[in-house]
Structure formats: C-alpha cells, structure tokens
C-alpha cells in the first residue's frame, strides 16, 4: 500500500503548551519535601513518563523506593498533582506556544487529522484552558494507558482513535521517552529542543514547526 500523510500526533507537555517546566517544578517541590533534591537534567528523564513511575524514579534515584508504602505513594503522587493544578491556575491561549497555534490550523485546512498523545490526565483540562479543545480530532485516553513513553501505546491508541496506519502519520515530541514511542510506533519522529536523538527531524523551538516541514520529514 502507499504510504500517505494522513495525521499528525502531538505531545502536549513541552510542545503545545511550556506545562513541562510546571511539571518539574511540582515535582522538585514535592522530592524537596521528602529530602531528595532533583535538577533540571535529572527532569529530562521524568518527561513523558506517569505519575506515579515519575515518582519511583524519584525515590528510586536516593535508594528510597522501600521506604513508602502504595498508599503513602499514592498521597506523595496526589499531592505533587495539586501542586501542578495549582501552577496551571492562570493558564490561558497566551500560553500556547509559538506557531502552534498557525500550524493546527494549517493542518485541518490541509484535511488531515490531529489527535493527542500525552499521558497527562490533566491532559483535557490543559487542552481546555488552552481553548484548543476543537483543534483535535482524538484525544488519547491517558487513564487507560498500561505503558508510559517510550512504550508505544499511547501513539498507537492515537492513530487507531483517528482511524489511520501508523504508518501515515507523524509524531511531534520534546522528550527522549516520547521520540523513542513514536519511532516504535512506526511513525516518523520530528523532535522539539536539544539533544533528541533518533527523531526524523530537530528544531530548536516549536516556532520552526510548519506543515511543509512535516509534509516533507514524512517522506523520508
Ligand atoms: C506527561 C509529562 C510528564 C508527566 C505525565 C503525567 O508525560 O511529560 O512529566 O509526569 O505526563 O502527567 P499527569 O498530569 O497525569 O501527572
Ligand atoms: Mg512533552
């Protein structure tokens, strides 16, 4: 069968909206709150994973993976998400990302879809408060992803809730663990920052994203 660009699967954290940086500051605060000290690097291994393997990864980094029960976990998880709802109080269109905005629209005026693939379940409210819910045609249910990024589940279920081949479509990450999903997706990767590697395509910022760049990445 012929390849074709049907649809164009985004990440959320990082790449429509700068919700990445709220994410770590929520974190930093609540490993603070137990003893454990994160910085920004130790951060890039946290983006694109759940909640709750961010926080082993957290606890597991001090050698403290036994020292919390599932239930005290699972308070320690609750409480670094209030932290992050609380950040995103303000959060409005004017936080939408440069050219992110043009591009969604390019892309419907193009007749191809567009679905989320993030594995926040804050995920919708972002998309909400953004006023960027109309702009997508599937959002993945991240609640009933078994398998963070960069398993590739989540860009699966993305392509099958559009009604398309993987094959067709291509995927736009900030994170390692995200590139890495989309490339066992079967997708072309383009990749949002520095250092990614593996992706089909690197910009600098989401300001370089344009549907002409995606048109030609997918014909690699
Ligand atoms: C995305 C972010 C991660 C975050 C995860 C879960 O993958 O990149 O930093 O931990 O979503 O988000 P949630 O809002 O469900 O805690
Ligand atoms: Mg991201």
């Not at 990450?173 to 690197?202: F, N, P, R, W, Y």
Request: proline letters at 3%; a negative charge; glycine letters at 6%.
């Amino acid at each position: 069968m012929v390849r074709q660009l049907e649809a164009v699967i985004f990440d959320l954290d990082g790449v429509i909206t700068d919700s990445a940086h709220f994410h770590y500051l929520a974190w930093k605060q609540l490993a603070a709150d137990i003893d454990i000290e994160i910085d920004e690097a130790f951060n890039e291994t946290l983006k694109g994973i759940s909640r709750m393997d961010s926080l082993d990864l957290i606890l597991a980094k001090d050698g403290r993976e036994n020292d919390f029960t599932l239930e005290q976990k699972e308070e320690l998880a609750a409480k670094k998400n209030a932290h992050y709802v609380e950040l995103l109080k303000d959060l409005s269109p004017a936080d939408i990302l440069p050219g992110i905005k043009p591009l969604l629209d390019a892309i419907r005026a193009a007749n191809l879809k567009i679905a989320l693939a993030s594995v926040s379940k804050n995920a919708p409210m972002v998309l909400a408060a953004l006023d960027l819910t109309d702009s997508f045609d599937y959002l993945a249910d991240a609640a009933k992803i078994t398998h963070s990024k960069p398993d590739p589940e989540i860009f699966l279920v993305a392509a099958a809730g559009l009604g398309v081949e993987p094959a067709n479509a291509v995927g736009i990450e900030d994170a390692q663990a995200g590139v890495d999903a989309i490339k066992s997706a079967g997708m072309k990767a383009v990749g949002v920052g520095t250092g990614l590697v593996g992706t089909d395509e690197l910009v600098s910022d989401t300001s370089k994203l344009t549907l002409a760049m995606i048109q030609k990445v997918f014909q690699i």
